[in-house]
């Protein structure tokens, strides 16, 4: 299209943060970026709620009797850090930040297929997080996150309503993100850019979005049942009316086994862009890691039974579960494997995105190693509702996800703001959050084995050390993660300049300026080579030439 | 937003590059979205399996409580509109104005038609005590294996599943308005039709879900068998 040719010439410091200015410019924005940023506002700030309720479980739990609050009020903070942590940060972490912000520039596009869509699912999700944050503050909410029935449905006298409302209505902001990047992928992509030239972000948001597509309406319409149950007082899950309780798990799994795939499935195209570019080298086996989040989002749909081994499934169903459960690991070893084989003989550097993303993968891999225990009928019977489970899918969303949303928001962070920030104090965060983590969690694994249960506000005597050990571990990691909101929101004022492509990575994203202007791109580019062609860029800057690049600007 | 040029089509949004790509992307949309409807359907009609599967004499029983002539005609009503709509899509694909907006009100009176009948169901099971939940005393004798609670099962799946297609279909009834409205201004033409296909493949998905319905709820209750 001649759109760019007959565009008037353009002042260079004109971008799409500074285009134009006030509440409504960003409230009624439907450019994906400001979009994304609305996201990263508004999921900081759940992280953090979902974190302080983390950190009072942790002190707690630091005497066997428990220190700090009321069992009660202990049931209630675990109930707030899930439901907080899984459905209003993790899910929409890297894909309605990340995603919404790169899916356009990376596949050389404008916009989202659907701005005002866009926009709509950011107010979707602010509803929903309205009503959970209502019914956090009207009394809590003491179902755990997975509102089992039938005593979220019939016995709890909490606000189990308003949260399981929440939950609904922010399942639609996920269903329309995912809707939008379907139709983006499929149908916005610049001239030249076949599916085998995208970077494998994008196979990794677009094997996302086909689960948040298929998924979420099950546990929408599951949520709705169990509203309906509690205001009508009708059976649908309650035994003692003729309702099955384990079809509410059937149903419930069958979207939320999926969405641990929705949270992790992007930060493995997160940690794939970052290895890539880190390592100066073309991901090993391109179309295999590609296929291989596809073969996860597929999988996925099929292995939910593996949550319900000792809660009433058939046997039989449980053998097939676990069977089935086990094939997941080999599309998810692909990855690591090929990401392992990518650092060989690569040239590499160890700038703060690339910590987050070696952490990534170590801590993945001990996660999913773990989880085949869990898949494992006999070893699950011992495991299941033990701390086993709780530090297993935290090495996999904490681990796992968390590092690799902070990897891609380090990666992207000087193409989002134009800025560059201190890289010693980002990888020193970085270093505290691994350890911290570690810390945190191993002991947990420990616990889990030697039989604590999970969810309980005290335990015996004997497993002081280990939870101590814990504790010690999440203050640690509490402190290392307000690092890097300090030096973030430093660096958007007083940061170096970062110029358009600061790694020298490949990717059409870094081939525009820093912040880009609002259509992204001055004329529709035109892609004429493989994803990933580090042969032909310049070698990554080291870090004192980051540091010394450009005018500070203050 | 970006500057519309002279050689920009005046219904072309400004990040698409041309209206086949926007066209494409509204259509194609809608489908990924009727996949997302398919799955929330689906999930409350295998919940529904389920359970008719477990206590199928209350559920055979229920069903046979239910309006098999007005289901009926509503069934014909409702495909009359999917009718409707295709002649819909039809006048604005060969431009002609009027014949648009009066199959898109055709399509809407048949709607309100399966509504109103519809409600006058709803309101003959008040009249019987067969609203699970919150008036529910069934009167009729009950044959042997159906309790009380598994045929108040069998109406909650009732409700539940036809005021959800019903409220798709009030969402259908907003869709329309507006489209009767940018039709009578003279906003689409043969080039620009895509709002009306897309709405059409929304109203002919909520038929489709009908045509489920209708057996599954109505039919399948043994009523023809003894």
């Given amino acids: 299209m001649s759109t760019a040719a007959v565009a008037p010439p353009r002042d260079s410091r004109v971008n799409y943060l500074n285009a134009n200015y006030g509440f409504r410019s960003w409230l009624l924005t439907t450019d994906h970026k400001r979009i994304a940023l609305l996201y990263l506002m508004s999921i900081t700030v759940m992280f953090f709620i979902g974190g302080a309720a983390a950190t009072l479980m942790r002190l707690h739990l630091i005497t066997p009797g428990g220190t700090l609050v009321q069992p009660a009020t202990y049931n209630k903070l675990f109930t707030v850090h899930g439901i907080v942590m899984v459905f209003f940060f993790m899910i929409p972490s890297i894909p309605a930040v990340l995603g919404n912000f790169l899916v356009p520039l990376m596949i050389g596009a404008k916009d989202l297929a659907f701005p005002k869509i866009n926009l709509l699912s950011w107010y979707i999700y602010i509803v929903g997080a309205g009503f959970t944050l209502y019914a956090i503050l009207a009394g809590g909410v003491d179902t755990g996150w997975t509102f089992y029935t039938p005593y979220s449905s019939t016995y709890a006298n909490t606000q189990v309503i308003a949260a399981a409302l929440g939950v609904f209505i922010t399942g639609f902001s996920s269903i329309l993100t995912g809707l939008n990047f379907i139709v983006t992928i499929h149908k916005m992509r610049a001239p030249g850019l076949t599916w085998f030239r995208m970077p494998l972000f994008l196979w990794a948001m677009y094997a996302t979005s086909v689960i948040m597509v298929l998924g979420t309406p099950v546990i929408a319409i599951t949520i709705v049942l169990v509203a309906f149950e509690r205001l009508l007082h009708v059976g649908i899950f309650d035994p003692k009316l003729g309702g099955d309780p384990i079809l509410f798990q059937h149903l419930f799994w069958f979207y939320s086994h999926p969405a641990v795939y929705i949270m992790v499935l992007p930060g493995m195209g997160v940690v794939s862009e970052v290895i890539a570019a880190f390592s100066r080298k073309r991901i090993f086996g391109y179309s295999m890691v590609a296929f291989s989040s596809l073969a996860i989002a597929v999988i996925s749909f099929l292995v939910w039974g593996h949550h319900m081994f000792v809660t009433g499934q058939s046997i039989y169903a449980g053998l097939i579960f676990s069977v089935l459960s086990f094939l997941v690991a080999i599309p998810s070893a692909i990855k690591v494997f090929n990401w392992t084989a990518t650092l060989y003989k690569g040239s590499i550097s160890y700038q703060a995105p690339m910590l987050y993303a070696l952490g990534f993968i170590g801590l993945f891999t001990m996660g999913g190693l773990t989880g085949l225990f869990l898949a494992s009928l006999a070893t699950d019977v011992h495991l299941n509702g033990t701390y086993f489970i709780v530090a297993h899918f935290h090495y996999i969303m904490v681990g796992g996800t968390v590092m690799a949303y902070m990897a891609g928001i380090h990666f992207w962070w000087p193409k989002i703001t134009g800025r560059l920030y201190p890289d010693g104090w980002a990888r020193f965060a970085a270093l505290l959050i691994f350890v911290g983590f570690n810390l945190t969690f191993f002991p947990q694994f420990m616990l889990g084995y030697l039989g604590m249960p999970r969810r309980y506000a005290t335990y015996p005597a004997e497993f002081q050390v280990l939870n101590v050990m814990s504790s010690a571990g999440a203050s640690i990691l509490g402190i290392a993660y307000l690092i890097p909101l300090v030096y973030l929101i430093w660096s958007m004022r007083y940061g170096k300049i970062a110029g358009p492509n600061p790694w020298n990575a490949t990717g059409l994203e870094w081939k525009t300026a820093s912040p880009p202007i609002t259509e992204n791109f001055e004329e529709t580019p035109v892609v004429t080579e493989e994803a990933y062609d580090y042969v032909h860029m310049p070698p990554m800057p080291s870090s004192a030439a980051l540091a010394g690049e450009g005018d500070a600007n203050v | ?226």
């Fill in chain 2, 1 to 226: 937003m970006s500057e519309v040029t002279s050689q920009h089509p005046h219904n072309l949004q400004h990040h698409f590059a041309d209206m086949e790509q926007q066209n494409d992307s509204g259509i194609f949309g809608m489908w990924v979205f009727l996949v997302t409807e398919i799955m929330f359907f689906g999930a409350i009609f295998a919940a529904y399996a389920i359970y008719r599967s477990m206590y199928l004499p209350a559920f055979e029983f229920g069903s046979r409580l239910l309006d098999v002539k007005l289901g009926t005609v509503n069934t014909a009503v409702l495909i009359g509109s999917s009718l409707t709509m295709v002649l819909a899509v039809h006048a604005a694909q060969t431009g002609k104005r009027k014949a648009l907006v009066f199959f898109l009100l055709l399509t809407m009176a048949l709607g309100a038609v399966f509504l109103g009948i519809k409600s006058y169901e709803y309101y003959t099971k008040w009249e019987h005590s067969l609203v699970p939940g919150l008036r529910f005393a069934p009167t009729e004798a009950l044959p042997s294996g159906v309790t009380v609670p598994n045929l108040e099962m069998f109406f909650c799946f009732y409700f539940f599943m036809t005021a959800l297609h019903a409220l798709h279909m009030i969402i259908g009834f907003g869709i329309m308005t507006v489209l009767v409205i940018m039709s009578w201004r003279g906003r689409f033409s043969p080039e620009y039709y895509a709002p009306i296909e897309v709405s059409g493949l929304y109203w002919h998905f909520v038929d489709i879900i009908w045509i489920f319905l209708f057996p599954l709820l109505y039919l399948i209750g043994g009523r023809y068998t003894t």
